[in-house]
């Protein structure tokens, strides 16, 4: 018995014509397509036994409409035609499709040998200025993982780690697309290999695998029978395809090499995202360019610009993790090819007051006005987590950020925290049109008192700092020729003395970062302190201690025009950001040196760990940084 599941989501009524090429084995649906979308032709290809039209099909010896009722009376009469082993034009077919999806069992029964065959749509959609139903759809559904890998990198066979964790995604694909309409699945960086590699190349290099370049061939692992591909591509490529969603992983990967510039060893090693699209086929591949540290890994001449198109309407690009700090390649494919929505891998290490994973995702977010899907790698007490989804402008769909060992996806083997988040995510496709309201549904608390989180210290010396005592704030101050005007009213610290305190921080310089990197900043904030000391700025605040409310914050200041981004920055006790709808961000060009920058309240906070601006200057990068004066 030969049993296939059908997923089908065409739209549309389209013209198409159907040709036969016999194949034993299984049954593939290839599929070519052209659409019109806002006036222009786009294409897309699909092999896959997953996805199926609803369809009206009329032949001269064939006349079958299909519905899950009588699927089997089709495909048996499909089959029928197909034995004669040559290739037919069999007709043409009318399609009326509509947006829904469903699933069916087909069963086929042979005593003997069964014959299957290839068939091959083509898909030809005239350009009539409509559109289909899942371009107009004013969103798409999208899942990200906080995810912790299985395995010891120091004891397991490196393969066996990679296919566990394969393995292991399937069960989130799995349950993401049961639970909802999903469309796309991005998992973090490390998460198939773990964040705890070996320093050594020799140690490295069993882990990696090689990936063929999409842009070149078609590279279906899942039903290419010719090539041999590493395990992990084929279990990805194959929950991809039989889940029929577009799938986005990091895993390392290796290049043979040779001659100049090669290593001494024969290989380069990257630190790789690829993406799957809904039949298993690999659609994108980016090598990430701005490392971490991470000793034995190569970086490519120039940084990689990869970007996929899907087909409800969304085009993605790929970056990984301290990508997002930088230029290029990530701010490239916003500013250059008008990319709205992006792909994050991320194995952030957090950072107080002013870098946690989630706080420095959507600030970026909000200033590109960038839907972004990052996910994160889990170990709280390797300062790593934070993952979420959001939505530009619009703030924060969906986010978290683990403290503890555990939570509602527990891994058996090691305890450690996974979640999966869902949420629809709106598209920014018509700059003519706002994107739709879809609300945060993230519950911001308080982190519990036996966290198991850590967080890197901020150097915080060459900051030009100021004690808040009072309850009314009118106050300007200075930091290298980086003037910031402050107002602020609060209650309860003069009453308290115990109570958290507040600084004043503005910083007009470069700073220095694991592995030498420097970037240019320029930062206007207040900070929660545990004490009057500038190193209890560089932890959360203590929870015993008496919060402070905000009745109002206003921070401006005219920044420089140094090829800069202008972001919010804000944390709550809860290390999650505030929602967009507690405070408001403007700016307006001076000069061609200048921009001035404002950020302020729009209702009382309470708890807050930071709040202010924070700019990135790239045109600073690689100089020395700022040390304390």
């Known amino acids: ?62 006349s079958v409409s299909y519905r899950p009722s009588n699927a089997y009376n089709l495909f048996h009469r499909l089959r029928t035609l197909f034995k004669d082993k040559t290739k037919l034009l069999l007709g043409v077919i009318s399609c009326h499709t509509f947006f829904t999806r469903s699933n069916i069992i087909i069963d086929f029964t042979d005593n003997k040998k069964m014959l299957l065959a290839t068939v091959v749509f083509v898909f030809s959609v005239f350009c009539t200025g409509q559109e289909t139903q899942s371009y107009n759809k004013p969103y798409y559904t999208a899942a990200v993982v906080e995810y912790n890998a299985l395995g010891n990198a120091s004891q397991d066979d490196p393969k066996d780690i990679l296919r566990m964790n394969a393995n292991n995604y399937i069960k989130y694909i799995k349950q993401a697309a049961n639970m909802h309409d999903l469309d796309i699945i991005v998992f973090p960086e490390c998460g198939l290999s773990t964040i705890h590699l070996p320093q050594q190349r020799e140690g490295i290099r069993p882990f990696l695998t090689e990936i063929p370049d999409p842009k070149k061939s078609t590279v279906n692992p899942c039903v290419d029978t010719q090539t041999e591909y590493l395990e992990v591509l084929h279990i990805l490529s194959c929950a991809a395809r039989d889940f029929a969603v577009y799938v986005v992983v990091n895993l390392p990967e290796i290049v043979p090499c040779e001659g100049q510039g090669c290593p001494t060893d024969g290989a380069f090693f990257y630190n790789t995202d690829v993406a799957f699209d809904r039949t298993g086929k690999l659609i994108a591949r980016y090598r990430k360019y701005n490392l971490f540290g991470e000793p034995g890994f190569n970086v490519t001449r120039k940084a990689e610009l990869s970007v996929f198109d899907t087909d409800f309407g969304v085009r993605f690009g790929l970056s990984t993790c301290f990508d997002i700090f930088f230029h290029d390649p990530i701010m490239k494919l916003v500013e250059e090819l008008g990319v709205t929505d992006i792909a994050f891998p991320v194995a952030w290490f957090s950072e107080l007051p002013f870098l946690t994973a989630v706080q420095v995702h959507s600030s970026w977010a909000y200033a590109t006005n960038v839907n972004l899907l990052a996910s994160g790698y889990s170990e709280p007490a390797n300062y790593n987590g934070g993952t979420g989804l959001y939505a530009g ?128 900043i320029q930062v206007c904030a207040i900070v929660a302190c545990n004490n009057s000391s500038l190193k209890s700025c560089t932890v959360p605040i203590d929870l015993k201690k008496p919060s402070i409310a905000f009745k109002f914050i206003r921070i401006q200041g005219k920044f420089n025009n140094t090829n800069s981004l ?64």
């Open 566 to 629: 202008y972001m919010p920055n804000t944390l709550q006790n809860s290390i999650l950001p505030l929602n967009v709808d507690t405070y408001e961000m403007k700016k307006s060009y001076l000069n061609e040196n200048l921009t001035h920058v404002q950020i302020q309240t729009k209702k009382e906070i309470n708890n807050i760990k930071t709040f202010g601006i924070y700019t990135r200057e790239y045109g600073l990068d690689g100089q020395a940084f700022t040390q304390s004066s």
């Open 393 to 520: 402008k619009q703030g924060i769909l969906k986010t978290t950020i683990s403290f503890i060992e555990n939570s509602e996806y527990v891994d058996p083997k090691t305890h450690m925290s996974n979640h999966l988040l869902i949420s629809k995510v709106p598209k920014r496709i018509r700059n003519d049109q706002p994107a739709i309201d879809i609300q945060n549904t993230t519950k911001s608390t308080n982190p519990p008192e036996e966290s198991e989180r850590v967080f890197f210290p901020d150097y915080l010396d060459p900051y030009t700092t100021y004690l808040i005592r009072e309850t009314e704030v009118n106050r300007t101050v200075c930091d290298r020729g980086l003037c910031c005007q402050f107002y602020i009213q609060l209650q309860t610290v003069g009453a308290i003395p115990d109570a958290v305190r507040y600084r004043i921080m503005v910083l007009n310089g470069i700073r220095v970062f694991f592995g030498g990197r420097t970037a240019g």
């Open 1 to 62: 018995m030969y049993q296939e599941k059908l997923s089908f989501r065409w739209i549309q009524k389209i013209r198409l014509t159907l040709f036969s090429v016999y194949n034993p084995g299984e049954l593939f649906l290839t599929v070519d397509v052209s659409l019109c979308f806002h006036g222009k032709i786009v294409s897309a290809s699909k092999k896959t036994d997953k996805l199926f039209p609803r369809l009206s099909v009329t032949f001269s010896n064939l």
